[in-house]
């Protein structure tokens, strides 16, 4: 048996897992990080992008939301804005809402209107290729 961690994943609106976990796959800031039992302990910020953790030998997805994570050698916490499982997504309103931030990038707006929008926008575009790539 493999060895584990406990894992938190809690998002601001709900505690999305609570357990053991074998592995996790994290999209950081510089690419994919792979965590298991033992690492070193570390703290880094998290963009939008897709995470999946094992347990009992089976591969679980989700789209994540803006966060951070804290390894340590016998746990994980991570704190993100959003996660969702691929079958929670509605694919209509992410479709919805990628195409309002599309249309609003071709609009004169402000700097910092410009990178909410391209946040939006990448949150709408994780969630569809999340969805479309692990939901069946």
Known sequence: MAKTFHLEIIATDRIFYQGECEHLVITAQDGLLGILAGHE??????????????????????AISDGFIEVLPDSAIILADNCELPEEIDIKRAEEARQRAEEKLRQKQSIHEYYQTQAALNRAMNRLKVSQKHFR
């Open 41 to 62: 302990p570390m703290v880094t910020n998290l963009p939008t992008g897709e995470l999946k953790y094992m347990v009992s030998g089976k591969w679980y997805y989700a």
